[in-house]
């Protein structure tokens, strides 16, 4: 019976207090019961004691069969949930092995690979001895799928076309190795229904027996004190009263205690009924405590995100701790500042003021600490002179991945800190937390590793490509800049590939200084980068790229590096329907500025790329720089250069940006044939 059952105690009066037999005033202890009763009562004791010590085994056998039972059944019911994991991985590799067009070497290896993971997970858990056999066989019908999709990746692999035949074998393979698997789940079920009757069956048994032994034990005291002594029948009447009402779960009810040898039977038994219910009352906590860290640790472990796990822990923090002010102080990647994420959502927050990870004392030391008393001469500095008042406190340091980041704080009434096992829950909770939060940072820093340029820290080529598809399907319009830096190639050969590595981090920084926080810095090879400006037109494009332009002359000045500039090319996304399209056409632009004479901003259309694209030799020759100031062709750049109307706007370094001046009909040139930008000194 729970220990949170409360019922009417029996009215408990000792020794004088008692109440008379006729109801009026208590009367004066006879002689009778002052006096030692040894030499008449020692086959009672002996009795009690027998009969104490049968209904405590009694007890402690029917738990001890019940933990059994119980622990089959979760047995059973993990063994469950590992083997519909088993049949999902199953699925699977057939609908992987089966696919059309074939699915590739890697997607079949994987699910291969999952499915035996799950098979040996369900060995390995042990559901029940008995069925180790049906295991066996469920995993020898895994391992005859797995096989039929290697011969099936084989046979793609080798560029052939897996037969009708070969597929019909597969899918009949998985659907004995599914009924395999279904079979197992119902054995499962079975024994985890069985485990579950048994458990009940022994708690039944147990409260039956030990209702017999406690009305055994009852009447033989009752039969005994009536031979020995009609002085003894009350007291024996009372205690045997008790004695029924714990034996039916009453855990409240108590013994009146005497000075004779009946009170001091009564005095044992209170103190093994006070044993009893502390020990049910700590066995029903703790069996709560552990399904309720059972179900945090599950929601943490399938949580997506950091702030995903601050929801649980408040959630958690609510169930552990729900009158207390607790609250969870966090440091985010890279930094030592911790920042309240999670308050008791019933207790509130006790806003400790630590504010950096060195200042906490619990992540100094590396372990959990309570504090009784702020005015204790050891304890944390920062207990003291709170605006609420004295108060005592718990602090855990919560790890992630080796290192402390952060703190969970508790605090309660001076004198009267948290319990050792509250402190032990909030130890299990942050454990819990740091190792997902670990989890969570780590795929993050790998997600950022894998879309970012390692010299310049901005993103890299396939960041980028997937940026600009997502807003291609999104329908977002966007301006794309391409820049080069003019005559890197030279930069690098007369000072060296450390200049220019130091040129390409402070153009990079320079970009991401004139950038919204939505738009995207990358770089996507050798010298080149590309812009992206969402939700903006290209008039306001064009403005940025100025002040890009002023900003790069002006921290070049500032760095010590040897002067270089940058040519762009612009195009609006409405110039293409994907990305290869709309990089073509500003990578024209980019060219065109480039054989303008470089540092200058090109506006490119579709007809500049044609044009710009369509007549050029499959292998053009390399390009060489002439004389500074030349472009490669031997052409003196000036502002006075034709600029094909409506296909581009130019500006040179200081020039007003604006709409070029038309080419006569018929005279206009293609640029002259040059490699992609980034090739050679361009």
Same mark, same amino acid.
């Given at each position: 019976?729970?220990?949170?059952?409360v019922?009417?105690?029996?009215?408990?009066?000792s020794?004088?207090?008692?109440?008379?037999?006729?109801?009026?005033?208590?009367?004066?202890?006879?002689?009778?019961?002052?006096?030692?009763?040894?030499?008449?009562?020692?086959?009672?004791?002996?009795?009690?004691?027998? #009969?104490?010590?049968?209904?405590?085994?009694?007890?402690?056998?029917?738990?001890? /069969?019940?933990?059994?039972?119980?622990?089959?059944?979760?047995?059973?019911?993990?063994g469950?949930?590992?083997?519909?994991?088993?049949?999902?991985?199953?699925d699977?590799?057939?609908?992987?092995?089966?696919?059309?067009?074939?699915?590739?070497?890697a997607?079949?290896?994987?699910?291969i690979?999952?499915?035996?993971?799950?098979?040996?997970?369900?060995?390995?858990?042990?559901?029940?001895?008995?069925?180790?056999p049906?295991?066996?066989?469920?995993?020898?019908?895994?391992?005859?799928?797995?096989?039929?999709?290697?011969?099936?990746?084989?046979?793609?692999?080798?560029?052939?076309?897996?037969?009708?035949?070969?597929?019909?074998?597969?899918?009949?393979?998985?659907?004995?190795?599914?009924?395999?698997?279904?079979?197992?789940?119902?054995?499962?079920?079975?024994?985890?229904?069985?485990?579950?009757?048994?458990?009940? /069956?022994?708690?039944?048994?147990?409260y039956?027996?030990?209702?017999?032994?406690?009305?055994?034990?009852?009447?033989?005291?009752?039969?005994?004190?009536?031979?020995?002594?009609?002085?003894?029948?009350?007291?024996?009447?009372?205690?045997?009263?008790?004695?029924?009402?714990?034996?039916?779960g009453?855990?409240?009810?108590?013994?009146?205690?005497?000075?004779?040898?009946?009170?001091?039977?009564?005095?044992?038994?209170?103190?093994?009924?006070?044993?009893?219910?502390?020990?049910?009352?700590?066995?029903?906590?703790?069996?709560?405590?552990?399904?309720?860290?059972?179900?945090?640790?599950?929601?943490?472990?399938?949580?997506?995100?950091?702030?995903?796990?601050?929801?649980?822990?408040?959630?958690?923090?609510?169930?552990?701790?729900?009158?207390?002010?607790?609250?969870?102080?966090?440091?985010?990647?890279?930094?030592?500042?911790?920042?309240?994420?999670?308050?008791?959502?019933?207790?509130?927050?006790?806003?400790?003021?630590?504010?950096?990870?060195?200042?906490?004392?619990?992540?100094r030391?590396?372990?959990?600490?309570?504090?009784e008393?702020?005015?204790?001469?050891?304890?944390?500095?920062?207990?003291?002179?709170?605006?609420?008042?004295?108060?005592?406190?718990?602090?855990?340091?919560?790890?992630?991945?080796?290192?402390?980041?952060g703190?969970?704080?508790?605090?309660?009434?001076?004198?009267?800190?948290?319990?050792?096992?509250?402190?032990?829950?909030?130890?299990?909770?942050?454990?819990?937390?740091?190792?997902?939060?670990?989890?969570?940072?780590?795929?993050?820093?790998?997600?950022?590793?894998?879309?970012?340029?390692?010299?310049?820290?901005?993103?890299?080529?396939?960041?980028?490509?997937?940026?600009?598809?997502?807003?291609?399907?999104?329908?977002?319009?966007?301006?794309?800049?391409?820049?080069d830096?003019?005559? #890197?190639?030279?930069?690098?050969?007369?000072?060296?590939?450390?200049?220019?590595?130091?040129?390409?981090k402070?153009?990079?920084?320079?970009?991401?200084?004139?950038?919204?926080?939505?738009?995207?810095?990358?770089?996507?090879?050798?010298e080149?980068?590309?812009?992206?400006?969402?939700?903006?037109?290209?008039?306001?494009?064009?403005?940025?790229?100025?002040?890009?332009?002023?900003?790069?002359?002006?921290?070049?000045?500032?760095?010590?590096?040897?002067? #270089?500039?940058?040519?762009?090319?612009?195009?609006?996304?409405?110039?293409?329907?994907?990305?290869?399209?709309?990089?073509?056409?500003?990578d024209?632009?980019?060219?065109?500025a480039?054989?303008?004479?470089?540092?200058?901003?090109v506006?490119?259309?579709?007809?500049l790329?044609?044009?710009?694209?369509?007549?050029?030799?499959?292998?053009?020759?390399?390009?060489?720089?002439?004389?500074?100031?030349?472009?490669?062709?031997?052409?003196?750049?000036?502002?006075?250069?034709?600029?094909?109307?409506?296909?581009? #706007?130019?500006?040179?370094?200081?020039?007003?940006?604006?709409?070029?001046?038309?080419?006569?009909?018929?005279?206009?040139a293609?640029?002259?044939?040059?490699?992609?930008?980034?090739?050679?000194?361009?």
């Amino acid at each position: 019976m729970s220990a949170d059952v409360v019922r009417t105690p029996l009215f408990v009066r000792s020794g004088a207090d008692a109440p008379s037999r006729n109801g009026g005033a208590p009367q004066e202890p006879s002689r009778w019961r002052r006096t030692s009763l040894r030499t008449r009562i020692v086959l009672l004791a002996a009795l009690g004691v027998v #009969f104490m010590v049968a209904i405590g085994a009694v007890a402690a056998d029917g738990v001890s /069969s019940m933990r059994d039972a119980g622990d089959t059944a979760t047995r059973a019911a993990e063994g469950r949930r590992r083997n519909q994991i088993a049949a999902r991985a199953l699925d699977g590799v057939r609908e992987v092995a089966s696919r059309v067009p074939p699915a590739t070497e890697a997607e079949v290896d994987a699910a291969i690979s999952e499915m035996e993971a799950a098979g040996a997970a369900l060995a390995a858990s042990h559901p029940d001895p008995n069925l180790e056999p049906v295991v066996d066989q469920v995993r020898a019908g895994d391992t005859t799928v797995a096989r039929m999709a290697t011969t099936l990746r084989d046979v793609a692999r080798s560029g052939g076309t897996p037969t009708p035949t070969q597929l019909a074998s597969l899918r009949a393979a998985h659907r004995e190795a599914s009924t395999g698997h279904d079979g197992l789940d119902g054995a499962l079920a079975s024994v985890q229904a069985q485990a579950n009757r048994e458990a009940d /069956s022994a708690r039944r048994d147990t409260y039956v027996r030990v209702g017999v032994l406690l009305g055994a034990g009852t009447l033989a005291v009752v039969v005994a004190v009536v031979a020995l002594g009609r002085g003894l029948g009350r007291s024996t009447r009372v205690l045997g009263q008790v004695m029924r009402r714990f034996g039916d779960g009453d855990l409240h009810g108590r013994a009146p205690e005497a000075r004779d040898e009946v009170g001091v039977l009564a005095r044992s038994f209170n103190q093994l009924a006070d044993g009893t219910a502390e020990r049910m009352r700590a066995m029903a906590s703790d069996s709560e405590r552990i399904t309720q860290l059972r179900i945090v640790s599950e929601a943490l472990e399938i949580a997506p995100d950091e702030a995903d796990v601050h929801r649980i822990m408040e959630h958690a923090l609510g169930m552990f701790v729900p009158g207390m002010p607790a609250e969870l102080l966090v440091s985010s990647a890279g930094s030592t500042a911790l920042h309240q994420m999670v308050k008791n959502p019933n207790g509130g927050a006790p806003n400790c003021p630590v504010g950096d990870l060195g200042d906490c004392v619990a992540i100094r030391w590396g372990r959990a600490v309570t504090w009784e008393h702020p005015d204790a001469l050891n304890t944390c500095p920062l207990m003291r002179d709170r605006p609420s008042g004295p108060r005592s406190a718990a602090c855990v340091p919560m790890a992630s991945g080796g290192a402390v980041i952060g703190v969970l704080h508790a605090t309660a009434e001076p004198g009267d800190p948290p319990s050792p096992s509250t402190v032990e829950q909030l130890v299990s909770l942050a454990s819990r937390a740091g190792t997902r939060v670990a989890a969570i940072r780590t795929l993050e820093r790998s997600r950022l590793q894998a879309g970012t340029d390692t010299l310049t820290g901005v993103a890299n080529r396939r960041s980028l490509e997937t940026s600009m598809g997502d807003l291609i399907r999104r329908s977002t319009p966007f301006v794309v800049v391409m820049a080069d830096l003019d005559r #890197f190639k030279s930069l690098n050969d007369n000072y060296g590939h450390e200049v220019g590595d130091r040129a390409l981090k402070l153009f990079a920084e320079v970009l991401s200084e004139n950038v919204r926080g939505h738009d995207i810095v990358a770089r996507i090879g050798g010298e080149e980068f590309v812009l992206v400006y969402p939700e903006t037109d290209l008039e306001r494009a064009m403005e940025v790229i100025e002040r890009i332009r002023a900003a790069l002359a002006q921290s070049v000045a500032g760095s010590g590096l040897p002067p #270089f500039t940058c040519s762009f090319g612009v195009a609006s996304s409405a110039m293409g329907e994907d990305v290869e399209s709309i990089l073509r056409v500003a990578d024209a632009g980019l060219l065109t500025a480039k054989d303008e004479g470089r540092d200058r901003v090109v506006l490119a259309d579709g007809d500049l790329a044609s044009r710009v694209f369509g007549p050029r030799a499959p292998s053009p020759p390399p390009d060489v720089d002439g004389p500074e100031g030349e472009d490669p062709a031997g052409h003196q750049p000036t502002s006075e250069q034709p600029i094909v109307a409506g296909s581009l #706007f130019s500006a040179g370094a200081g020039e007003d940006l604006s709409p070029g001046v038309s080419e006569p009909a018929g005279l206009w040139a293609p640029p002259p044939t040059r490699p992609h930008v980034g090739s050679t000194d361009a």
